[in-house]
C-alpha cells in the first residue's frame, strides 16, 4: 500500500511538472542531413517495364535502365496513418529516393478526408527525397460501411511518367518537390477532384463536400506562400494539442513534453512533440519513447518511426529555449510492460526472454545510434 501511494504522489508530482513546463518551446536549426541507417530492410527489385505502382509493396528497388532508385509509397498523405515514415527510412540507404504520395485522399462521407501538408513535402526535401504527387484514379465500395470506398488505386501512367523525369532530372530533390508543387499541383488537384466525382456517380458512394477541395485549390493561386502558412497553422494546432495528452503508446518516465520547431536554411518549418524533455546543466535530452504493452519491443514500424526523429534530432543545431543555447543529446527509449528487467547493449546476446530476431534489432540499433550520436535505452516499465 506504501508503494502505491509512493508511485501516485511521483504521479502527480509529475503532472505538475508537466503542466509547468507545457509552454515550453525548443527551437533549432538544421543545415543538412548526415546520417548512416542500420535497420533498413533487404528491398526487392522489381524492372520499370512492368511498372505498376499499385501492385508494388510498399518499398522496394526499382531498377530503370540502369538507374536504380529506392521506392516507397504512402496510403494517405496523413503521416499519422500507416507508418509512411518507416517506409521512407527503409529506403533511406540507397543513393537515390522516390516517394510516391496522394495530394488528396477522400475515402467517403462516413470515413476520413486528408490533404497533403508543406511540412510533409519540406521533410522529404530534407531528407533529399524525391516526391511524385499522385493521385487516386479508381476504388472499390466498401463491402459493409455505405458512403465509405476501399482499394483506391493510383494514376499508374502518371506516376510513370513523373518517374521518367526524375530520372532525367539533374538537381536535388528540394528542386523537384518544389518545382512539381508550383507547375503541376493545380492541375493535379483538379485531376483528384474530376477522378473523385467520377468514383462518386460510378460506385453511389457520397464524399466530402467540394468546397473542401476548392479550398485547398486556392492555396496555390498566388504561389506557395499560402499553402506553406496554412500547413503551419494546422502543424502548430496539432503540436499543441499532442502537447496537452499522454498518447497510450507512451509510457513515460516524467510527464514532460515539449514542443520543438525546426527550421531548415530554407526556412521550411517542422513542428514536432518531444515525449519527454531532460535539461542537465547546458544539455537538453529529447527522448523519443515508444512503448509496447503486450510485446517485449515495440513493432519494427514504431521503432523506425521513432528513428526518423532521431535522423533531425542528431543534426540539430543551435537548440535553444528562450534564448539561452543547448547541447542536444537525441534519446530513443523502448519501453514494454513485458519486459522482466531494463536491457543494456551487453546483456542482448544474454538476454533470455528475447529471441533471435529481436536480438538481431537491438544489436543494430545500438550500432546505428553509436555511429549517428543518439543514446538508446531499453526499459522495463510497471
Known amino acids: 500500500m506504501k508503494k502505491e501511494k509512493m508511485w501516485l504522489i511521483d504521479f502527480i508530482k509529475k503532472i505538475f511538472e508537466s503542466r509547468k513546463l507545457k509552454n515550453m518551446n525548443i527551437t533549432a536549426q538544421i543545415t ?70 496522394p495530394i488528396i485522399k477522400d475515402e467517403g462521407k462516413k470515413g476520413d478526408r486528408d490533404f497533403i501538408q508543406w511540412d ?21 465500395k466498401h463491402k459493409t460501411r455505405a458512403n465509405k470506398i476501399t482499394n483506391q488505386q493510383f494514376d499508374n501512367e502518371l506516376v510513370k511518367q513523373k518517374i521518367s523525369e526524375i530520372k532525367n532530372y539533374h538537381s536535388s530533390a528540394l528542386h523537384w518537390n518544389l518545382k512539381e508543387i508550383k507547375e503541376s499541383f493545380p492541375d493535379l488537384i483538379q485531376k483528384a477532384k474530376t477522378s473523385y466525382n467520377t468514383i462518386r456517380k460510378q460506385l453511389a458512394v457520397e464524399f466530402h463536400n467540394e468546397q473542401g477541395i476548392d479550398k485547398f485549390a486556392k492555396q496555390f493561386i498566388n504561389g506557395v506562400k499560402d499553402f506553406m502558412k496554412t500547413s503551419r497553422l494546422k502543424a502548430q494546432e496539432a503540436q499543441n494539442r499532442e502537447m496537452q495528452t499522454v498518447q497510450p503508446k507512451e509510457a513515460l518516465s516524467t510527464l514532460t513534453k515539449a514542443t520543438i520547431t525546426i527550421e531548415n536554411y530554407l526556412g521550411g518549418k517542422y513542428y514536432f512533440t518531444t515525449d519527454e524533455i531532460r535539461i ?43 534564448d539561452n543555447n543547448y547541447t542536444a543529446i537525441p534519446v530513443l527509449k523502448l519501453t514494454s510492460s513485458k519486459l522482466p528487467t531494463d536491457i543494456s547493449k551487453s546483456e542482448i546476446e544474454t538476454n533470455t526472454v528475447l529471441n533471435k530476431s529481436q536480438k538481431e534489432i537491438l544489436n543494430k540499433l545500438f550500432v546505428e545510434a553509436n555511429e549517428n550520436g543518439f543514446e538508446l535505452i531499453i526499459e522495463k516499465t510497471v
Open 32 to 101: 543538412g542531413i548526415k546520417y548512416n541507417p542500420k535497420l533498413t530492410d533487404d528491398l526487392t527489385v522489381f524492372d520499370f517495364n512492368n511498372f505498376n505502382i499499385n501492385e508494388l509493396p510498399a518499398n522496394c528497388l526499382i531498377n530503370y535502365d540502369g538507374f536504380s532508385f529506392g521506392l516507397s509509397k504512402w496510403v494517405s498523405p496523413k503521416r499519422t496513418r500507416s507508418y509512411p515514415y518507416e517506409r521512407v527510412y527503409n529506403t533511406l540507404g540507397t543513393s537515390k529516393r522516390i516517394t510516391v504520395i
Open 280 to 322: 542537465e546543466k547546458d544539455k537538453i535530452y529529447l527522448i523519443e519513447s515508444k512503448h509496447s504493452k503486450n510485446s517485449i519491443l515495440p513493432s519494427i514500424g514504431d521503432i523506425k518511426d521513432g528513428l526518423l526523429k532521431m535522423i533531425l534530432y542528431t543534426n540539430l543545431k543551435n537548440v535553444s529555449i528562450n
Open 120 to 140: 510533409t513535402i519540406s521533410l522529404m526535401s530534407l531528407l533529399d527525397v524525391f516526391v511524385v504527387f499522385a493521385y487516386y484514379k479508381t476504388a472499390e
